[in-house]
């Protein structure tokens, strides 16, 4: 079989392309260069810089498989960073990685794939696949505390039946046992944290560099509506933050809402945050359509919650929790299982 | 493995290598000692300047040994205006290589008037557009001999009949294979070369500075090449070199034939195909094929060519290794989009009768699953 391997310089690709040349297929890596600064230049913090392209390269270089650096800025910067910016500026909790798997990594390169004759895109996710009778099914990776299916959830049919996640299989331990054993230079690499375009930086300054809307000052209410106090520029608020918000009462207060285009910030007490329900749209099934009991999975590391789901009459779903819910932020991913198994998801529009 | 990016670099010959041989034993010496090891060097290099002289029509004086074209067109182009503490003017083209036009951004920060002109939709400059932007100030004219990515060739010897004044500056490195570069012929005050491009080692490269020119240095140190150029000197290399040139001089005129007969191969199939040949009414270097692929992305077509085996690129390498649009199809008033079905086949003195052909079936079915 012939495959192609999206290595992103970490340990997790790094052994997922290993394991594919140990399994005796034909190996292509490529690493996508999806952002660059003003001048061209790779970034040099986060993910996707100079010094992780160069891992991956020797790694490439080690397991003797062609590599290639990937342009991938135009796709990137319109598929990811204009909704993200979007996504920041009408109020919403952006997730860039979602967007990154749905029309960088599964569309486009996907499709790149086949113009290489590769027959599979292999990635390091920590997810599963499995096929039974022509259908196939996604599934939690094996360490739950790694598990990645939740930024997959967008994955179709016949994207599940061209894509490979062999780390999905093993722990994270049992990953860098496996890069520790083969000698693979990214074996005590550490895990990135960041988004990866954002870097080192935060991810306010970014926006503020992309817009001016972040940092006019506003106003702070309550959920009355009533004036509290000034700030200095809505990039400094998320949906559930709790400190920093320049003002204290005698019970704590959260970040209840966030208003870009009027610069307005709503706070509100933790009842306020609390939600019984919550509206999910663009949501695509990974195989049938499911309505009644599921889990409900709205943060990348968060736990799933009991629900039950329905849809509504403008094509949206409706999703009752039995217990009431936390800070639900509109624009993060919204994703339904049953057990390990990813059922389908969809964007927040209405949370909190 | 076919072999079609020689404009990246070539081979190296074997009698290059084998006249490099004694400097990596007995001959190791610093040609700047006394002593009878250092000798040796000193003698090789000194032989080695002679005959790179002769190939140039320059006399041995005129030759200052660098490390190749980048450091060649840095110190010719910086050289030339900052002599004796100047902020001489600089007058080049958006098509010259980086080399060249890097050095000029980096002169514009010391206050340098840098002018670059854009070349005509035919991918040559206008001799007169350099003309006019030629003022008291500039000191250096600096226009490449033929392009490193399309192969077009520029009128420099016309351009030297008719620039008064200022210093003009060739960068010839990809010519000197299929070219009789002769100094006086082209009328040029400093010409850069490399090596590796006509099968010589990498880090080496002469650049030819007209007796009478002066330029500062870019490299300090130990004064070495008459002040113009410090460092220990490579002797190894410039023996490599010159054993270089003189196997391309003496087969300059087969060579080209060859190149010739083989681009036409190459170029009339894909011609057939649908492609678009760069520069096919303007004089081209004989060795160098860039072509157009109506809808395809250069990216894919290089990388299912590397997957069979063909060695083929789009324009000049770049250091992460991935694509860029190339500024000199930019230049050349390209969109991004056109220039991004671009390739290079770039031909050498390892491409044997059959080459071109290969090279053309092995783009076809390339380009064909494409879409």
């Known amino acids: ?352 | 493995m076919l072999y079609v990016d020689h404009a990246a670099t070539s081979p190296m010959r074997p009698e290059v290598w084998e006249a490099m041989a004694p400097f990596v034993g007995d001959s190791f010496g610093n040609a700047s000692g006394l002593h009878g090891v250092a000798r040796k060097a000193k003698n090789a290099l000194e032989e080695a300047r002679e005959q790179a002289a002769s190939f140039l029509g320059a006399s041995p004086m005129e030759i200052v040994f660098t490390s190749g074209g980048t450091e060649s067109d840095n110190l010719a182009v910086k050289g030339a205006a900052l002599v004796g503490g100047a902020r001489g003017g600089v007058v080049t083209t958006a098509i010259e290589h980086e080399a060249v036009l890097e050095s000029a951004k980096f002169l514009e920060i010391f206050g340098c008037p840098v002018a670059v002109m854009n070349p005509q939709p035919s991918g040559v400059i206008s001799i007169d557009d350099v003309l006019n932007a030629v003022t008291p100030e500039t000191a250096v004219v600096s226009v490449m001999y033929a392009n490193n990515e399309t192969g077009i060739c520029q009128p420099v010897a016309e351009l030297a009949a008719l620039l008064n004044g200022p210093l003009l500056h060739s960068d010839a490195v990809q010519a000197f294979a299929s070219e009789p570069l002769h100094v006086d012929n082209l009328g040029v005050d400093l010409l850069s070369l490399a090596a590796h491009k006509f099968g010589g080692p990498k880090g080496v490269g002469p650049l030819y500075v007209r007796s009478g020119t002066n330029l500062e240095p870019v490299m300090h140190g130990g004064g070495q090449e008459l002040g113009r150029r410090s460092g220990t000197h490579n002797a190894m290399g410039a023996v490599g070199m010159t054993t270089a040139m003189a196997s391309a001089v003496d087969q300059r005129a087969e060579f080209r034939t060859r190149m010739e007969t083989e681009r036409a191969a190459f170029e009339l199939k894909m011609v057939a195909a649908g492609a678009v040949v760069t520069g096919s009414d303007v004089p081209r270097l004989p060795q160098h094929a860039h072509i157009r692929l109506p809808d395809a992305t250069n990216e894919t077509v290089l990388i299912r060519l590397d997957t069979a085996g063909v060695a083929a690129a789009a324009g000049s390498a770049c250091q992460s290794g991935a694509m860029t649009v190339s500024h000199v199809l930019a230049a050349m008033g390209w969109d991004a989009e056109v220039a991004g079905g671009s390739l290079r086949f770039t031909f050498g003195w390892t491409t044997q009768p059959g080459d071109g052909l290969a090279a053309a079936e092995a783009l076809l079915a390339a380009w064909g699953n494409t879409s």
């Open chain 1, 1 to 352: 079989m012939k495959v192609l391997v999206a290595m992103s310089g970490g340990v997790d690709s790094s052994v997922a392309a290993a394991q594919m040349v140990e399994e005796g297929h034909d190996v292509i890596g490529v690493t996508l260069k999806l952002w660059e600064g003003p001048n061209g230049e790779a970034p040099t913090a986060g993910c996707c810089t100079v010094s992780d392209s160069e891992d991956a390269r020797r790694v490439a270089a080690q397991l003797d498989i062609p590599y290639y650096v990937l342009n991938y800025t135009s796709a990137f910067s319109q598929g990811v960073i204009d909704k993200f910016v979007d996504d920041y500026l009408r109020g919403w909790t952006p997730n860039p990685c979602v967007e990154c798997n749905r029309s960088v990594k599964f569309d486009k390169l996907l499709n790149q794939a086949a113009e290489f004759d590769c027959d599979v895109l292999v990635t390091g996710h920590y997810a599963r696949v499995q096929e039974t009778g022509g259908q196939y099914r996604l599934l939690r990776g094996l360490d739950s505390s790694k598990d990645q299916s939740y930024v997959l959830y967008m994955l179709k049919q016949e994207q599940l039946a061209k894509v490979q996640f062999p780390v999905g299989e093993h722990t994270k331990a049992e990953t860098r046992a496996i890069a520790g054993e083969l000698g693979l230079r990214t074996a005590l690499k550490p895990d990135s944290q960041d988004i990866c375009f954002v870097g080192r930086g935060d991810y306010r300054d970014f926006v503020d560099g992309q817009t001016d809307v972040a940092t006019s000052p506003g106003d702070m209410v309550d959920t009355a509506g009533n004036k509290v106090a000034e700030h200095t520029g809505v990039a400094g608020f998320t949906i559930g933050q709790r400190r920093g918000l320049g003002v204290t009462f005698g019970d704590p207060r959260y970040v209840i809402k966030v208003e870009p285009a009027t610069s307005t910030v709503v706070i509100g007490k933790k009842e306020d945050l609390e939600t019984v329900d919550c509206v999910l749209s663009d949501l695509t099934w990974i195989g049938d359509s499911h309505e009644g009991s599921a889990t409900f999975q709205y943060r990348a590391h968060g736990e799933p919650a009991a629900c039950r789901v329905e849809a509504t009459e403008d094509e949206s779903w409706l999703v009752t929790f039995d217990r009431l819910q936390l800070a639900i932020a509109p624009g993060q991913a919204g994703v339904l299982y049953q057990a390990d198994e990813v059922l389908g998801g969809g964007t927040i529009t209405r949370g909190t």
